[in-house]
């Protein structure tokens, strides 16, 4: 197999893990909706994928990096998914985190027309406007990532991972795998470097998880039977 087919393999299981990383969520949303509370879950790891998704969606643009349709459509999806949850949470929580999903959302879009205008005025040439979108995609990533840490102080004083999002972490480490795997092929500094930090945050997470996970019904029962 050529590197070419090995890069297109790994980018089109990227482009699936991000979709899986997108749905992951659903089985915390429907917990929420189930107990109508969001209990101690926070808002800022779909904050976060919000700004990502927008970021990557305006990177797709035909005046940014022409051709590039996929990614648009993927982001779009992701987009959708992630507003959807925020209505979910802003349904079922109190008006701290709802105060705070109004003023973070209206920040993202103001960021994201600041963006918009910058590199439309400020930048004439598609390679000009990609890199400099490529870069801020890969912080905002970097962002996304790390947002499922919130919680990091909670989860190690408590020391239950009960609210750290179980799926999503997984999610979040499978995609930085595959990203990071196409960057080596592909060598991309953007995609490289982000999702580096990416994976590494999310392995973190998993850490964490493993450390602090409560224990099944069948381990506390074995360990009942051992006692």
Known sequence: MSL????????ILGKISSVFLFASPMPTFKR??????VEEFHPYPYLAAVMNCMVWIYYGMLFVHPYSILLVIINSVGLFFHLSY???FFCYTGKRYRLEIVVILLAEIVGVAA????????????ASRSMVVKILAAFFGILMYASPLSI?????????????????CIAGFLNGVCWLIYARYKFDPYILVGNGVGTLLAYVQ???LHIYQKPSIVDRSHMQGRS
Request: hydrophobic share 50%.
């Open 86 to 88: 925020l209505s979910i």
């Open 152 to 168: 990091m102080l909670k989860v190690i004083k408590t020391k239950s991972a009960e609210f750290l999002p179980k799926l999503l």
């Open 32 to 37: 929420i909706i189930k107990n109508k509370s």
């Open 206 to 208: 998993l850490v964490l």
């Open 115 to 126: 963006i918009i205008a910058g590199t439309m005025l400020g930048l004439h040439t598609y």
């Open 4 to 11: 070419d087919h090995i890069r297109h393999s790994v980018g």
